[in-house]
């Protein structure tokens, strides 16, 4: 696409898509264990089993689907056909997991959250390269990205405030709450995916080769440096946050006295929601990742701080985790952002546009840190004799302390230091458009 062509409303479109998308992540990991060990019966074990089998599965779904959307090329476009594919399997799988009958059994919960997982990739990954390449600006790709995460952040609210109502005026149960959910995203996934399907146009054909090759395709992620650094900071942030997002509930319960938590997130994506624009503003004056550190550190101030905490020290609490949440958009959007600078380094040597192959080892990675960080801090807790139910002791607490504010500070710190030797800037993502656009003229003229 002819990056002048590219209008703001076109962006605004695009990103509309990622509302439904962004209502999927809550009431999964707050509702679903709820209301199918609760109300429906099947044991926490299969749960478990199976929530874990499924984001196993991805390590295999995640690079075949990117793959695939980079070298199927069918006459409607190799990323729009995804929004028909996408939506069908997304809007199934939703319907099974969030909208279950009454007397279902472990293998229909097996095949329910399997394909709502299925579906989530099958849209996702070939809309998040679209976006990557909807532009070759290195500032209008903060744009896509700031905006596309801005109505992602506004699905999670939505995802809160629709519970927030139900409970309030019907006490509803967690089936209602999903249910309620579960139609919202079936609704609007189809109205989004067709307002971008026949609005938003999709680049030319990339000028590489159709065919696929492993070896090559591995050497091109491994030598491409300035991937590798990002995506390797990727993982240990993933792994530090997710280490915090783990034990959230119980040291705001336990160490600091919170009941609410619902509310803390509320603020947290409000904050998150309104200085969205203020990165993507810092980005285009001091380079991505320049702002992206910013924001790392300023992640890693407030973790720390969080060890200083007490019974009682609520204010303080809201405050960190509202700075925190204000620090969520610079975290989220510069990284996307900047993997579609780093695809050009690839572009510039091939001619090809693998965005597929890149966002998806970068799914693969985010979601093994995501399973490190959750599994490590509650056997860290277990370890030290930390009772889930509620916890008095001291030892315990202060262990709880450092395990939630420390750790996740370090990790975010040493990501942070990570970023600093980030070589693709501004400057020398142009350079290499223009080397991208001096090789096809050579290929046509010849």
């Known amino acids: ?21 962004g209502m999927i992540g809550l009431p999964i990991a707050i509702y679903l264990a709820p209301l199918y060990s609760g109300q429906l019966e099947i044991g926490l074990g299969i749960i478990g089993a199976a929530l874990i ?31 028909i594919i996408g939506t069908l399997t997304l809007g199934a799988g939703i319907y099974m997991l969030f909208c279950p009958p009454e007397g279902i059994n472990a293998v229909y919960f ?23 390449e909807l532009s070759s600006d290195y500032h209008a790709r903060t744009k896509i990205s700031s905006t596309t995460q801005f109505f992602a952040i506004a699905g999670l609210l939505a995802s809160t405030i629709i519970p927030a109502i139900l409970i309030a005026r019907y006490d509803a149960t967690s089936l209602e709450i999903m249910r309620a959910i579960g139609w919202t995203i079936i609704a609007l996934l189809p109205i989004t995916s067709a307002i971008v399907y026949f609005t938003v146009p999709e680049p030319d054909e990339p000028i590489g080769t159709t065919k696929f090759d492993f070896k090559k395709a591995a050497a091109t992620v491994l030598t491409n440096g300035p991937f590798m650094r990002l995506t390797l900071a990727s993982l ?4 530090g946050e997710t280490f915090r997002q783990s034990t959230t509930v119980f040291f705001a319960r336990d160490v600091v006295g919170v009941q609410n938590i619902g509310q803390v997130y509320l603020y947290y994506f409000i904050a998150a929601l ?35 905490l007490g019974a009682g020290d609520n204010v303080h609490f809201y405050a960190l985790f509202v700075l925190k949440g204000a620090c969520y958009g610079g975290v989220v959007v510069l990284p996307y952002a900047m993997i579609a600078d780093t695809v050009d380094v690839d572009t510039a040597e091939s ?13 693969m990675v985010q979601k093994l840190g995501s399973a490190l960080g959750a599994g490590i801090p509650l056997i860290l807790l277990a370890f030290v004799g930390y009772n889930a139910a509620g ?29 600093v030797g980030y070589s693709l800037t501004a400057s020398k993502q142009v350079e290499l458009r223009s080397q991208i656009t001096e090789r096809k003229s050579q290929l046509s003229e010849s």
């Open 1 to 21: 696409m002819d990056d002048a062509s590219l209008k703001f409303r076109t962006i605004l479109l695009f990103g509309t898509v990622a509302f439904p998308l």
């Open 53 to 83: 089998g499924t984001r196993l599965l991805d390590f295999v779904t995640d690079p075949l689907i990117g793959i695939v959307s980079d070298r199927w090329r069918p006459k409607m476009g190799r990323r729009r056909v995804w929004l």
């Open 110 to 132: 097996v095949l329910a959250v399997s394909l709502a997982y299925l579906g989530l990739t099958t849209l996702r990954l070939p809309y998040t390269a679209w976006a990557a």
């Open 236 to 239: 240990v942030v993933t792994l």
């Open 274 to 308: 309104i200085f969205i624009p203020g990165w993507s503003m810092l980005a285009r004056r001091i380079e991505k990742h320049r702002a992206l550190i910013l924001a790392l550190l300023i992640v890693a101030l407030t973790n720390g701080l969080m060890v200083f």
């Open 351 to 363: 001619l090809d546009r693998q965005q597929g192959l890149f966002y998806s080892v970068e799914a």
């Open 391 to 419: 916890e008095t002791g001291a030892d315990p607490l202060f262990a709880l302390s450092l395990i939630y504010s420390l750790v996740p500070s370090a990790l975010v710190l040493i990501a942070a230091f990570m970023v």
